[in-house]
Each structure stands twice: as C-alpha cells, then as structure tokens.
C-alpha cells in the first residue's frame, strides 16, 4: 500500500510539473506573439503613418501655395496606395489576435480563407475540403478548430518546405474531424525546434480542453499529417 501511494504521489507530481511546464512555455509564447504585434504596430505601422503624414503635409503646402506641381494626381494615388497598404497590415494584426471571419461567416469558410491567405507567396498547391458543418457550433468548439488548423499550418510554412498542403473538416462520431497534411520534409528529431514542439502542445491542449483529442504521423521526407478531433456536445466521443 505504501508503494502504491508513493506512486501515485509521484505521478501527481509529473502531472502537476507537466501542466506548469506547459503554462510556462504557453505564456513565453504568448510573450513572444504580443512583442511581434508591439513590434509590427511600431516599426511598420507607425512609420507608415508618419510617412504618409509628411506626404500629405507636403502636398497641403504647395497646394496652399498655389504650386501644386504636375503631379498631383499620381501622387494623391500613391498616398491612397499607401493607406490600403497599412489597413492591410492593421487587420493582418487584428486577424492573429482574433479571427473575425469566424464570427461573421463561421468556421468553414474561415477555415477555408485562412488556407487561401496562408498559401499566397508559397509554392503550396492546396487542396481543401469543407464538408457541411452544423449552422449552430459552440463558440469555444468553433475557435478552438480554427486555432489548431491555423497553427497546424503555420507549422506547415515555417518548417515543411511542402509543396502540397491539404486541409479538411468533416463531422464524424458527433464532433469536428479537421486534418491537415503535407508532403514537406517530415519531422527529423535532430531539427524538432523548440518552436515546434509548443505548437504540437498547443494544438493537442486545445484539443484536449474541447474534449477531444489530437494524433499526428510523421516521417522523415515524407511529409506530415495533423488530425485533430473535437466533440460538438462533451457527452459523444468516439470509441
């Protein structure tokens, strides 16, 4: 009886350090996104807006002048060039933080957008498969979905080198099934970076907290597959 509380003591403690290990990497990642954003929101946003400011000061001036030069229709076009370029950047931001499109179109659709905007500058060829989902989701099953498939691709364009990514979300056994797979370089354990391995963490925690449950397979050159399932009620799992 004493080993087997001992045991059980120890297993508990592993739990317990597991569970604060996992805190502490969650919230250096979080550190690390929040100064991306400061970061973005100063040294691009912020320099955008002061740039655009000089040009229209200076156009202001010679217009006040009576000297508004042979131009100035190009370059009030370029300055309007330069304010779509920075409402860009500002919901590209807004976007990370939370994703709108989730609200206002629903999981599918945002999924299938994420893809797309993921894909663009990249040599992917994706192919993505949205299977009809419920008109009602919960909120909390909806997001967490959405987060794993966004970091199950972002994964994919920061480490796979892949040239076709696939992406899928069907209902099956009363939840969400979402799959994402690619034909990159796999994962090698010599090159499993601590970036990584937060981002498997985090998907399967999401997962886990939705009562659901995350796999992933993997070999080296042969590319990857993340597939993630989440209950749209807590009283249906799968056997």
Not at 35 to 46: C, F, N, Q
Not at 213 to 223: A, H, I, K
């Amino acid at each position: 009886m004493v080993a087997v509380g001992a045991a059980i003591v120890v297993s508990q403690r592993k739990q317990v350090q597991a569970a604060e290990s996992y805190a502490a990497r969650q919230m250096a990642a979080m550190e690390e996104e929040r100064g991306h954003v400061a970061r973005e929101l100063h040294d691009d946003v912020s320099q955008q807006i002061a740039i655009l400011c000089q040009r229209l000061e200076a156009l202001q001036d010679r217009l006040e002048n009576g000297t508004p030069g042979p131009h100035v229709a190009r370059e009030t076009a370029a300055l309007a060039d330069g304010l779509r370029g920075m409402a860009a950047t500002v919901r590209s931001i807004a976007h990370r933080m939370h994703p709108s499109a989730l609200d206002h179109l629903g999981l599918g659709p945002a999924l299938q957008g994420l893809a797309r905007e993921m894909a663009s500058g990249t040599p992917w060829r994706i192919d993505i498969r949205i299977r009809p989902e419920p008109l009602e989701l919960p909120q909390g099953v909806a997001l967490a979905v959405y987060r794993i498939g966004q970091e199950a691709l972002r994964n994919v364009q920061k480490h796979a080198n892949a040239s076709r990514v696939a992406l899928s979300l069907e209902l099956a056994h009363g939840g969400l099934v979402l799959e994402v797979s690619d034909d990159g370089l796999g994962l090698h354990h010599d090159s499993f970076s601590p970036a990584t391995g937060i981002g498997l963490i985090s998907m399967r925690e999401r997962a886990r907290l939705a009562g659901g449950y995350l796999s992933l397979e993997s070999l080296p050159e042969r590319g990857t597959r993340v597939r993630a399932w989440v209950p749209i009620s807590r009283t249906e799992r799968p056997g």
